[in-house]
């Protein structure tokens, strides 16, 4: 028997019976991305540098270890995988993180039930040009179209692209229904927050493997000398994560017990017109503008 993969628990029966409990009428052999002489240097390069910045995602990924929960991991204990029926008539929240190359554009879809996240729908593309980009969408996640789909505030030239009216082949095509998210110096840590106020978070087992993964290895920096956590989070392993984030931006701000998110929002534009001396000119010579009219 040959048996590929990657084991996400220690209970897993392939790992438990086989590598754990070799039976005594077995002889197991372990290959492992050392024993490929095929390799390429770019997948060398590839490993190497996960094995310098995340040596747990290392073990798992490439030596085929199972997931090991360290207290530095910002979702341990709040994740849920489960295979289950999305409810008729629930409404649906949209999350798009745009990316190229190594980087993936991640989508996401998500719905909320008596205090419960559920995640029931992912697609992740690599290499998306801008041209592509809205068939990506329509082809990946249907429902979208009839929603608001929130992207990357910092890509502010596609999301007008994606924004666009389109005639393919003689056909009119609307528009996606792309809006920017909001941004402000601790969002993203505000936002966790946010979402660890869930009662649970739950993630289609089958439907959502790649988000699931990242809840595993999403975490916060580790003192190299004393292990101790740092509040600083790691920029890995957090597409889906922050698609997630920018999907439930008007949910967070309907809610009256978080308000705080769009105080926190309108006080960091109130401090940005008073600190950026550009703006402020820009705004200054507007307004001489408006008073002449």
């Not at 980087?103 to 690599?126: S, T």
């Amino acid at each position: 028997m040959v048996f590929t993969f990657n084991t996400k628990n220690i209970s897993d029966p392939v790992y438990h019976d086989y590598v754990l409990n070799t039976p005594k009428n077995c002889v197991t052999t372990l290959v492992n991305y050392y024993d490929n002489p095929f390799m390429s240097k770019t997948i060398i390069a590839e490993m190497q540098s996960m094995k310098e910045k995340d040596y747990e995602a290392f073990r798992h990924i490439w030596l085929g270890e199972p997931f090991k929960l360290s207290d530095a991991v910002i979702f341990k204990g709040r994740v849920h995988e489960e295979c289950f029926e999305t409810p008729p008539g629930v409404k649906f929240y949209f999350g798009l993180d745009l990316g190229y190359a190594k980087d993936p554009c991640a989508l996401i879809r998500c719905f909320v039930v008596d205090n419960e996240l559920f995640i029931d729908q992912e697609a992740f593309g690599y290499e998306i040009e801008l041209d592509e980009l809205d068939a990506w969408i329509r082809n990946s996640m249907p429902s979208c179209i009839d929603g608001t789909i929130y992207v990357d505030s910092a890509r502010p030239e596609t999301i007008s692209y994606m924004q666009r009216a389109q005639t393919v082949n003689g056909v009119y095509k609307k528009g996606l229904p792309a809006k920017a998210c909001r941004k402000f110096p601790g969002s993203i840590e505000e936002q966790i927050q946010f979402l660890k106020s869930f009662k649970r978070i739950v993630v289609h087992e089958k439907n959502c493997p790649r988000i699931a993964d990242e809840f595993r290895l999403y975490s916060y920096k580790t003192d190299r000398i004393t292990g101790d956590v740092l509040p600083v989070i790691v920029d890995a392993h957090q597409h889906g994560i922050d698609a997630l984030r920018y999907s439930l931006q008007d949910y967070m701000e309907a809610r009256p017990d978080f308000n705080m998110y769009k105080k926190a929002y309108d006080m960091s534009r109130e401090m940005g017109r008073k600190t950026d001396p550009k703006k402020q000119a820009a705004r200054n010579r507007q307004n001489k503008k408006n008073w002449a009219i």
